[in-house]
């Protein structure tokens, strides 16, 4: 190949300085009438050139290969029935025939599995960066077209992408989309969930207007729900407890021929977590005592809990002679608290209680009938619980767990945790070692435990110190002493008080992490960490439901006193049921449906504005496999023949200069001459010597 080049002498200004000069010279001459006006501006013209360097480049090129480069998607949907097959099938035949145009290189570029769906715009925009753009002949992609970063496609291709959808034309598919969930609801409280039943694809008859949901909390008996399709509808939830709430909404396959392309779509795990508004703490303390303060600074340190807090310094049998309107106390409001309110309270804590007749018998019986619905209170009992007016003697009395002797052992002792306070989640660990160094207490009231109360401290003579038990679906707590102050204050170097009451409280408020039989599940990624808590001194295995329905075992160590553990890694994204025989989990694993299930029915929308501007096409791999051609560039690049469809990849005629070879146009002592020559014939012109006739 063989070009003129230039390698001027002279800034180029001052060469079109020279031209313009020569020019404006042979102008004059010209108006002036003088003879050799032509000769003189070319004999300018040529030295401006000259002084340009002209000269002949001759370059030696090699001809280079054109690329294909063959995009397969090889993500989750494309597992669906007989897209897999296709997709061998096409990539094999286009291989073969992409190596079989003359010139042509193949590049062949797997996408696979990624938890953020189809990364098909960053796979193709990156295997087009890491090509020649000039050598770049085509682009094709086989798909079912749904990917998930559209903005990371090339927002121009120098060759035509064609996309070849695997799938049916018949495919179809109902799905469940969660418009909108919270993640985070009150507890008692509603929350909404917006949801719509979706068809994609060529929807054949028989599936129905309607489908039928099964919603379930934390894995507990299912709702039945019928629902329309295509219509956004809002769903109640009420949320049962703190922490993780798991509700599960599946979607009952529908009915018709040829089945839905995938059940995948058809349930969603969404794990919401419940937080209470504010604790509200009823403290009625019977007397002023050291260990009053013990109870308000810790409920008030709490910014989660409303307190209440009543202590009781002028009881009825006091007389004294002080007319009550100069009294500067509030009144006790008995009724607007035991009657009318008593359902706001999460606990209500009797702290050194007398029964000195302040509240009525049938008061009694109303908390009573508050903690078997579920409510719960705490007693912590001086040497009140051992006379005739212990909390036992009144209608409450059938709720505590234990019943008193009547004897207060006034003694020193080391509170002390029991096999089973060594387990129970409220006493577990709580001094961080198996032999706590505490500081001593040096009273306590002596109980005997009801049947089914679980004793986790205990103190002078092994009495019990600790009770705890179920009632209904309340909970009771007692404390057998009033020494818990002890700790606070440091005597003999004091002990957990404030962890200790904490745990209390907060078990008598059903928080989950202190569940005496619970399954706690720790979820990083696709890997768990599952601790059982139990008062029991085995645990059987547990028995894990996948999302295809699959069951496996996972055996659990040993952790500790009443905790076993394992850890397990999930095969896949989705909603995983646990279970052991007595305690059930569900666990969210990622969204139970992947994002590469969320659309299945092949489809390229996303693709087709970057095919239009390529020049490319769009076709259905049901259609066959096309043929592969080459056309020239601006010629269509699809179409179809009697042996069915084809597509088109563009040569793009690249090549690499391996030599260059420069010759001047002339050599200088050439143009020398040719300057003289004209400078000569114009001064001769000029003189009237050259054409000049002889005489006859």
Known sequence: MTALRFDPALPWWAIAALAALAVLVAGFALWRG??????????????????????????????????????????????????????????EVLARAALALPGTELRRVTLGDDPDGTLLGAELARAVAAEPAERLA?????????????PMLPETLPAPLHVLLTGQPEDWDRRLVIEEAPAFGLIGQEIQIRLRIEDQGRVPPGPGATATLRISLDGEEPLVVSVPVGVSMTLPVTLGHAGQNVVQIVMDAPEASPPELTDRNNAAAISINGVRDRLRVLLVSGEPHAGERTWRNLLKS???????????????DKFDGVPVN???????????????????????????????????????????RYVENGGAILVAAGPEMAGVESLNRSPLGPVLPARPTGRVI???????????????????????????????????????????????????????????????????ALLTSDQVWLWGRGF?????????LRRIAHWSMKEPELEEETLLADVSGSDLVLTRR?????????????????????????????????????????????????????????????????????????????????????????????????????????????????????????????????????????????????????????????????PA
């Open 34 to 91: 003088l003879r050799g006006w032509g000769w003189r501006g070319l004999a300018g013209l040529a030295a401006a050139l000259a002084l340009a360097g002209p000269a002949l480049e001759t370059a030696t090129r090699n001809a280079l290969s054109d690329i294909v480069i063959l995009v397969e998607d090889r993500s989750a949907s494309q597992d669906l029935p007989g897209r897999a097959a296709q997709m061998d099938e096409a990539a």
């Open 138 to 150: 085509g682009v094709i992609a086989l798909t079912d077209g749904r990917l998930h970063d559209a």
């Open 302 to 316: 709490d910014a989660a809990v409303d307190l209440i807090h009543f202590t009781i310094l002028r009881p009825p």
């Open 326 to 368: 100069e009294l500067s106390l509030i009144a006790f409001p008995t009724r607007e608290l035991f009657l009318e309110r008593i359902e706001d309270f999460d606990l209500i804590i009797f702290d050194r209680y007398r029964v000195r007749g302040i509240l009525p018998p049938d008061y009694y019986r109303n908390i009573a």
């Open 410 to 476: 006034d003694a020193p002792y080391l509170p002390t945790l029991t096999d089973d306070g060594r387990r129970h989640p409220v006493t577990a660990g709580l001094g961080g070692s198996d032999t706590p160094e505490w500081g001593r207490w040096l009273r306590l009231s002596e109980t005997v435990p009801e049947p089914g109360a679980q004793v986790v401290m205990t103190g002078a003579e092994d009495a019990p110190l600790l009770i705890l038990n179920r009632v209904g679906e309340g909970r009771v």
């Open 492 to 500: 003999e170097g004091g002990g957990p008080q404030l962890e200790l």
């Open 534 to 694: 139990s008062m029991a001194e085995t645990a059987p295995p547990l028995t894990v439901t996948r999302p295809d329905g699959g069951t496996e075992e996972i055996a659990l160590t040993p952790d500790g006193p009443g905790r076993f553990t394992a850890r397990w890694t999930a095969p896949e994204a989705g909603l995983y049921r646990l279970d052991d025989g007595q305690v059930r989990r569900v666990v969210a694993i990622g969204p139970r449906a992947p994002r590469e299930f969320e659309e299945t029915v092949a489809a390229a929308p996303l693709l087709e504005p970057l095919v239009a501007a390529s020049g490319g096409s769009v076709q259905r791999l049901s259609d066959g496999v096309p043929d592969l051609r080459q056309i020239r560039p601006g010629r269509r690049a699809e179409g179809r023949a009697i042996s069915g469809p084809w597509i088109g990849v563009t040569p793009r005629d690249a090549a690499s200069v391996t030599g260059l070879e420069r010759r001047p146009l002339l050599p200088g002592w050439a143009w020398l001459g040719l300057i003289a020559g004209l400078i000569l014939t114009g001064w001769l012109r000029e003189g009237g010597r050259l054409g000049r006739r002889a």
